[in-house]
């Protein structure tokens, strides 16, 4: 619900995990998500953008936060998920950032500069 916070405990287990991620090398960047009650969605069908204001009552899932992690396999992703602090109600879903080197010719003439693009949006470390 919106406004509700996570008991201190919890946090502090999360937060000794995200060290733990951060020591070893893998940890890019995390963050928490407010509620959906508190978002927007923008949909395009039709070609016409439709703005809906949360609470989005068919939602079943909601993304409530990610780690963004950098590893040499799914494997080692799966691995890193499992030791989480996550409670009984929380699920991990794991997924690949799509490179630009996954895309096929034309889509990557097509998306031309979009390296130098993305290269300037991330904050500099």
């Known amino acids: ?20 991620l951060k020591e070893s090398g893998a940890l890019l960047g995390l963050d928490g998500l407010h509620p959906p009650s508190m978002g927007a969605r923008v949909s395009f069908a039709g070609g016409e953008p439709k703005v809906s204001e949360g609470p ?25 998920a499992k030791r989480c602090p996550a409670s009984d109600n ?3 879903e794991i997924r690949q950032v799509m490179e630009f080197e996954d895309f096929p010719a034309d889509v990557k003439e097509a998306a031309a500069g979009f390296d130098e693009m993305q290269a300037e949006a991330r904050p500099q470390a």
């Open 90 to 92: 929380e699920t991990i």
């Open 56 to 80: 989005f009552p068919e939602v079943g899932e909601v993304l409530g936060g990610y780690w963004m992690i950098d590893v040499k396999s799914k494997q080692e992703a799966i691995e890193w």
């Open 1 to 20: 619900e919106p406004g509700t916070m996570p008991e201190a405990d919890a946090v502090a287990a999360m937060m000794k995990y995200n060290e733990a």
